[in-house]
């Protein structure tokens, strides 16, 4: 399986497997320690997996600009190693900071619910985090088996275009909330499909797809009315897992690969893929943004967001200030001087934008724009639409074990909500 985080889809799957710990509040974990030492309860089978990006993490932490991301990522590892001691001291480290993490909503972490020690701290973040309320319905579709991952917005056609990972195909919806298929389903033989970007310069429309349980992933280019124009996939035996994408103006496609841990430009006219150096190890990046100078790329992981100058090749983390972070991001958007983000990976998902400094260097002012509503049950990624961000509400990836839904007569229509920006 990929990486326990490597996107929203994993993060919420393997996650839900804390099923092995038999005592579920932190009253009885000394016991369970105990139990886990005689060998009582098995480990998980990613147990090594997980142990290595603990190791990683840590390995990390003195160059992090944000204690915090890495603080919850090692808390909600912990746990889903059974460990549960080590994961509430490193989820009341994390959350002495004050900086938006919610393990109300953490499938790692749900089975602490119960006990006071666990109610009390999110209490105390609710009274810090309250709930905000400023979204509106926006479209449905009534197909209920999308279990949509990508959402991209085309100046050119003025649509949406939506990716499905369970239907394998892409749809469009108009200003008027029409929805069709750009790409349907079984045509091409697509994988599950994620990242959409329409291109600025000719609007051709470029994708990502990735199927965990096939241990494949491609780049896919479409025309205008969803011709496909071409599949790309890197050389050699190496696992990827393209997620996220953003399509530069000379046509270089630049998309993070959540299991190779690595960022990709992709040469359109060679059709190569060439890794981009990161000043440090990136763990399952993911969101991934370009600003209007089409020259500073912002890259979102696990532990916050990298800033890359394209130009020289520089590369920093974005400070995100105090009671601040910007860890755990899914989709990520320039607006105006801001990131806009669909923050899935903090706990309890939100939807927020942080203001940068003029070089980008620092988050000066961070806006929570929906928390803890209906609009944030299982949100992925969005899209910027003039001055409102338009984002999948409830993607029902929690639904889905490696390519398919568990039970397809629980999923509900899709809903697609907006917010006004700041």
């Not at 839900?16 to 480990?43: C, R």
């Not at 279990?147 to 990716?163: I, M």
Request: glycine residues 8%.
């Amino acid at each position: 399986m990929s990486p326990l985080r490597s996107f929203s889809r994993c993060f919420y799957s393997l996650t839900l497997f804390v099923g092995f710990l038999t005592v579920p509040i932190a009253a009885h974990s000394q016991d369970k320690d105990k139990e886990q030492v005689k060998g009582v309860l098995a480990e998980p089978d990613d147990a090594a997996e997980v142990r290595a990006q603990i190791a990683s993490v840590e390995k990390l932490m003195p160059q992090l600009v944000d204690r915090g991301g890495a603080l919850y990522f090692l808390s909600t590892s912990r746990q889903h190693l059974g460990e549960t001691l080590e994961a509430l001291r490193l989820l009341k480290e994390c959350l002495a900071l004050r900086e938006g993490f919610d393990p109300a909503g953490s499938p790692s972490l749900r089975v602490l619910k119960g006990s006071k020690e666990f109610d009390d701290l999110v209490i105390s973040v609710h009274r810090d985090y309250p709930v905000v309320a400023q979204a509106q319905l926006a479209f449905v579709t009534e197909e209920k088996d999308l279990v949509p991952e990508g959402l991209a917005y085309d100046t050119r056609q003025n649509v949406f275009y939506l990716s499905s990972l369970n239907r394998r195909k892409i749809v469009k919806i108009t200003a008027e909330g029409r929805v069709s298929d750009f790409v349907p389903a079984g045509r091409d033989q697509l994988l599950p499909v994620l990242g959409i970007r329409p291109d600025p310069a000719d609007g051709t429309v470029w994708a990502n797809s990735w199927s965990e349980d096939a241990a494949r992933s491609e780049l896919l280019h479409f025309d205008a009315s969803g011709k496909l124009l071409g599949r790309y996939a890197p050389q050699g035996a190496a696992k990827h897992g393209f997620n996220d994408l953003v399509v530069r103006k000379n046509g270089e496609v630049i998309l993070t690969d959540s299991v190779s841990n690595q960022v990709f430009q992709f040469d359109a006219a060679a059709h190569t893929f060439t890794p981009l150096s990161i000043h440090r190890v990136l763990s399952a990046p993911n969101g991934v943004a370009l600003a209007d100078d089409d020259r500073q790329l912002f890259v979102a992981d696990d532990l916050g967001v990298v800033r890359v100058d394209l130009d020289n090749g520089n590369t920093t983390d974005v400070n995100p200030g105090p009671r601040s972070t910007l860890a755990g991001i899914d989709g990520l958007y320039w607006h105006k001087g801001s990131l806009v983000a669909v923050q899935n990976g903090i706990g309890s998902p939100r939807i927020a934008a942080f203001r940068l400094s003029k070089d980008s260097s620092r988050v000066t002012q961070t806006a929570v724009l929906e928390n803890r509503t209906s609009f944030t049950t299982t949100p992925t990624t969005g899209a910027i639409h003039g001055n409102d961000f338009y984002f999948i509400t409830n993607s029902q990836i929690d639904s889905l074990n490696g390519d398919k839904v568990m039970d397809v007569t629980k999923l509900g229509v899709v809903r697609i909500a907006v917010v006004r920006l700041p």
